[in-house]
């Protein structure tokens, strides 16, 4: 994992202009209430070049010419505050894991930035990432930006994050490792659920039982919030309630994910909660699953994320028009209003252009639906691919989906 790590740094470090540094920080978590944080969640771009998931580090890289220098900042450990809080991580723990020799204390960061600001470098990039005009500057990245304007006008400002992003798009072998693990134990997990629901049950009751699934793996957090939605809830693309009582003859859609060293599973599916299909229920599925697996069947490098949507579209749209559901393609619209699918990686919606072409070691997300709160259905059925060379592995697919096993596998 360390070479991936100074691989990784490598390319970005070379793609430097000259006479430039690099800040990067971990964060920091926020406060929930009073003495109370919120847990700390590590910033994806920072961790991805470092391993380092600690709170309160700093990434400091000069370039000059060929020479090119790397600096890494840590707490100090306390011995007071250890008893309460445990140690912090020592020097050579982090050169072992980030394979950065030179280490400092946190507390000399500001005033070794000062002096460097102050010599001939002319440009300081930073994770500059914010996702609209009216976000609050909230990061220590974007609060450094403004004070660099104020204290040092003539400095330029760059932001990394997109060639950071661009790297973190392609997936390496330990990365993929980490993906495949957590839709393993997502994957018992579903089937946790699958074996002890029963109609009557609350949402959150039959959710329980994935989430003992992912502790009794040492899962330390979910890839998201996990949605589980029966009958009418289904038809609410991000409902997170989970506190309905489900129906005998109703489905429930499940949307879900472990994360493992830092890496999700995104897995949705949809499944009767007396074990059996109705026949519309059964029709409906069946269009969607269909359009599933046309998508996965053009997945392959060269073809575009919009390319795929409009496969999406385009299938659903003709499967709906014979549920008798619309009478006209463009029409699809109003039972089905999201798209194919993301990057998927170290955060669940992960980093990659909406229109990205793909590209081999890609990871995305397959997931079409339709949504009918009118019938008290909404299905979605989502599994992860990984784009090869030539085509792509369904990451998921032993995560059951066809009609009969679900059924078979519900008696």
């Not at 140690?87 to 507390?107: D, L, N, P, Q, T």
């Not at 914010?130 to 609050?136: A, H």
Request: aromatic residues 8%; proline residues 3%; glycine residues 6%.
């Amino acid at each position: 994992m360390i070479e991936n790590l100074k691989e990784r740094r490598r390319k970005l470090n070379y793609s430097l202009d000259d006479k430039s540094i690099m800040v990067l920080f971990s964060g920091v978590a926020p406060y929930k209430s009073r003495d109370e944080k919120y847990p700390f969640t590590p910033n994806k771009n920072f961790l991805y070049l470092t391993g380092l998931n600690k709170e309160n580090m700093v990434l400091l890289v000069k370039k000059d010419g060929e020479k090119i220098s790397e600096t890494l900042y840590i707490e100090k450990d306390d011995p007071q505050m250890a008893k309460w809080m445990g140690h912090k991580m020592s020097e050579e723990e982090a050169k072992k894991i980030s394979g950065i020799e030179e280490v400092k204390f946190v507390e000399n960061f500001k005033n070794d930035l000062g002096r460097v600001l102050s010599q001939k470098y002319e440009r300081i990039y930073l994770d500059l990432e914010k996702q609209g005009w009216d976000d609050p500057v909230t990061t220590v990245s974007l609060e450094m930006a403004k004070k660099i304007r104020e204290k040092y006008p003539s400095m330029r400002i760059k932001n990394i994050y997109h060639q950071i992003a661009d790297l973190r798009t392609i997936k390496d072998k330990k990365e993929i490792e980490n993906i495949k693990h957590a839709i393993t134990i997502t994957k018992n997990g579903i089937y946790n659920m699958l074996k002890h629901m029963k109609p009557g049950m609350k949402e959150n009751e039959i959710e329980a039982f994935f989430d003992f699934v992912l502790k009794q793996n040492a899962v330390k957090d979910y890839a998201f919030k996990t949605i589980a939605a029966s009958g009418k809830n289904a038809a609410i693309l991000h409902y997170e309630d989970n506190n309905a009582e489900t129906k005998d003859g109703d489905m429930i859609l499940f949307d879900l994910g472990a994360q493992w060293d830092n890496y999700s599973a995104d897995i949705s599916r949809t499944f009767p909660l007396n074990g059996k299909f109705t026949e519309r229920q059964r029709e409906v599925y069946s269009v969607v699953l269909e359009t599933m697996k046309e998508v996965e069947k053009n997945a392959k490098p060269g073809v575009s994320m919009k390319e795929l949507h409009e496969i999406s579209k385009n299938k659903l749209a003709k499967g709906a028009i014979e549920l008798g559901l619309i009478e006209k393609e463009e029409d699809i619209f109003e039972y089905y209003f999201h798209s194919i699918g993301h990057f998927m990686g170290m955060d669940t919606h992960d980093v990659g252009a909406r229109d990205a072409v793909l590209k081999p070691g890609m990871v995305i997300t397959n997931e079409p639906g339709l949504y009918i709160p009118e019938e008290n259905i909404g299905v979605r059925i989502e599994d992860d691919l990984l784009i090869t060379e030539d085509g792509c592995e369904n990451l998921s697919k032993d995560i059951i989906k066809e009609i009969d096993e679900i059924e078979n596998f519900m008696k």
